[in-house]
């Protein structure tokens, strides 16, 4: 398959994701035109560049990012991509930055915790202060944007064979997967912890947002209900193959995060942290 057709295939069906049907090069250029009109404005200066970030959010978390490249007497759209700015936060440690200026693009690698690495592509680059990258650790909220998800029906207290196992698998790792993924495509699958139906409210397509347990990490998904099947269950299996991105935050986001106890956690969950290793 064509690189360019790959890309451009790809990036229609992330569109998707978050209600917007990017069918060809138009659409997707006027998407990145009103996103620059309409956008909250930010900029991150590169050596003698410039990135010039907009970002246009359309409520329930929900965005669309454009991303300009300025250079002397150059400039042009590097990027335009969706995203969605999600309600957990993960902290990352150890973990790098790689930057491709040109494209407008970022990608952050780095571990959760002590059992799972992640790859993503980090949407708030131009928000960011430069102080925070001198950090040893990242607060991130991260989320995956499905491009298809699966919900198993739950065979009782204990898993099917026929049911998939939990995992958390980069899908360039995976034979048959590999040549078409992205860096940051993964295959995941985890017991459904909560959901709740979204809407666009400027296209009104039907989303869905799931929160799954993969045993090595807890993550948010968002999915178009066309590109979902089967009904969303509470401890139901769910299977996505996803675009895994997220939003860098600094303190002051996640001091404003704060709503009370998180209800989707067990008790067991906080006592465990007190336990002593001897």
Known sequence: MDSE???????????????????????????AEYTETSGERSHVHR???????????????????????????????ADCRPAFRSRYVHTVQPWELIEFDEDGEAIVRGSVGSQSDVVFELQNLTEIQPS?????????????????????????????????????????RLPGMAENACENDYLVCGRLLAWRELQNPVTTRELVWLYIDTMGIRLEILVSRRAMRGRPRIGALVSANIWLQGHVL?????????????????MGDFWGKLRRSN
């Open 5 to 31: 057709l790959l890309s451009n295939t790809v990036m229609a069906e992330l569109f998707e994701c978050v209600g917007f049907q990017v069918a060809d090069e138009d659409s997707y250029n006027l998407l």
């Open 250 to 266: 600094e303190a002051r986001e996640i001091s404003a995060r704060y709503e009370g106890v998180d209800h989707n956690y067990e």
């Open 47 to 77: 050596g003698d560049a410039t990135l010039h970030g907009r970002c246009w959010k359309i409520g329930d978390g929900l965005e669309v990012w454009s991303i300009l490249y300025e250079r002397a007497a150059e400039l042009y759209y």
């Open 132 to 172: 925070v990258f001198r950090d040893s650790h990242l607060h991130v909220a991260m989320a995956g944007l499905a491009y298809s998800a699966q919900i198993h029906t739950p065979q009782g207290a204990r898993p099917s064979p026929v049911e998939p196992a939990c995992r958390f698998d980069l899908a360039e």
